[in-house]
């Protein structure tokens, strides 16, 4: 998963609002191997007049997501009569395959990735189509406005600037603190930052060094709660640069972000993905800062290793520092999107609301151990955590990096902001001087923009 978020724009998502959901009944996630064996629900919305569709994704087709969405489309054909044609592209294949196609007759109908790449690479391009109309259409059991809580389709983070919405969300992904209960026996979430400090121990604290944007969340995710979900972005996007050093709340993460830096285990910066992460997983670190997908990436690699090692899973949010007064949780959301020159966008609108029936959907949990929108879908036990945190309603959802990772196509992270940020965590930059390079860094690099 760490290809996913390639770019973005900073837009922040609001705090989970209490949202009505259909009638629940008891539900059990079926085994992964039971899923594909299920008889096919059936299609709440059939497209009164397409017979086909075609489907670029950002999976291929042996991942356990590419998986569950070819049984699904499989299910679509035998209950609408509707033929689905996948294309499984990959992470990179908006920017490689689909933003170079918009200007050709050549696009898919529907497509799908993460809502800053998206945003930035096709929304911003002109090559998607409003999808409001697909909030009254009918699932297997609801429609999709009741099966979406607001927190995941009423936000500025997935609506374009006219304010309509360009894409709906299959899969939701946070980013924790991770520990093994097994070996932290009576563990206590840190409610300050000395306590998490005091938690992290002694050079305890894996880290990839070598993937910018894993060794930027600790800076990011402090500062989020001192400057607020579009704070960052505000920055980054500032022509003067200014922004940086007006604010202290970046100062102050800066100095929390350097003495996380001290608990890094020793080869952090030399190691090449994933073999810090690993060593966490074989014990050699206590904690993990990572994504949703920790979980099932060192699981597998456990299960690789053989010797019948296992993790039990737990997780924990950053505390709040001295002085912050945003509480935040980072969200990040999958999402299907319909090309403005979409052939069946009645077939590809359809397919959507048909995926989202929780009968599908629990897929994703079930094969892919990821996490969903819908609140009527059991929760992997080891995202438990994870999830209350998500639908915590005193948290304020904020994006992954703010949509840092996404300014400008993603060159200012890549050329100011990963730079400046590894000196820090290196040491070889004081938090003063930290700010202070992103203030002028940030400044030249817009001057080479036009």
């Not at 809580?149 to 299959?170: C, E, S």
Request: charge should be negative; include cysteine; hydrophobic fraction near 40%.
């Amino acid at each position: 998963m760490r290809r996913t978020y390639l770019a973005g724009l900073a837009l922040a998502l609001t705090a989970c609002g209490a949202q009505a959901t259909p009638a629940e009944d008891e539900f059990s996630l079926p085994t992964a191997a039971a899923y594909f064996t299920t008889a096919c629900p059936e299609a709440g919305t059939k497209p009164a007049t397409d017979k086909e569709l075609t489907y670029w994704s950002m999976w291929t087709k042996d991942e356990p997501q590419g998986k569950v969405l070819r049984y699904a489309a499989d299910c679509f054909t035998k209950k609408t009569g509707v033929k689905v044609t996948i294309q499984w592209l990959g992470r990179a294949y908006l920017r490689q395959n689909l933003l170079p196609a918009l200007n050709t007759d050549t696009v898919p109908d529907l497509f799908d990735q993460d809502l800053t790449n998206i945003k930035a690479a096709i929304v911003s391009a002109g090559g998607t189509r409003a999808l409001d109309d697909v909030l009254g259409l009918k699932t297997g059991d609801g429609t999709v406005r009741d099966v979406l809580p607001a927190a995941y389709r009423d936000t500025p983070a997935i609506k374009d600037d006219a304010g309509k919405l360009f894409a709906v969300p299959y899969i939701v992904m946070g980013n924790a603190w991770w520990y093994d209960k097994k070996k932290v026996p009576g563990f206590k979430a840190p409610r300050t930052m000395d306590e998490l400090y005091a938690l992290l121990g002694d050079r305890s604290v894996a880290l990839d060094g070598d993937i910018g944007y894993y060794a930027a969340w600790y800076f990011d995710q402090l500062a989020a709660r001192y400057v607020g979900p579009g704070g960052l972005a505000r920055a980054a996007q500032d022509p003067t640069g200014q922004l940086w050093k007006s604010d202290p709340g970046f100062l102050k993460a800066a100095e929390h972000t350097a003495r996380i830096a001290s608990h890094l285990v020793d080869g952090w910066d030399a190691g090449k993905f994933p073999q810090i992460q690993q060593r966490w997983a074989d014990g050699d670190a206590a904690y993990l800062f990572m994504g949703s997908w920790g979980p099932t990436e060192t699981r597998e690699y456990l299960a690789k290793q053989g010797g019948g090692q296992s993790i039990d899973y737990g997780s924990f949010q950053f505390p709040m520092p001295d002085g912050a007064t945003h509480d935040v949780v980072e969200v990040q959301q999958i999402a299907f999107g319909v090309t403005a020159k979409a052939r069946h966008p009645e077939a590809a609108k359809a397919f959507i609301a048909y995926f989202l029936t929780r009968d599908l959907l629990a897929g994703m949990p079930a094969v892919a151990d990821s996490l969903t929108p819908r609140r009527d879908l059991p929760v992997p036990s080891d995202l438990a955590d994870l999830k209350a945190a998500l639908e915590d309603p005193a948290k304020k959802h904020t994006l992954f990096m703010d949509g840092l990772d996404g300014v400008a196509g993603g060159k200012f992270a890549e050329q100011v902001f990963f730079p400046a940020d590894n000196d820090l965590l290196k040491g070889k930059l004081t938090p003063a001087a930290f700010v202070d390079r992103l203030a002028t860094a940030t400044a030249a690099f817009w001057k080479t923009q036009g």
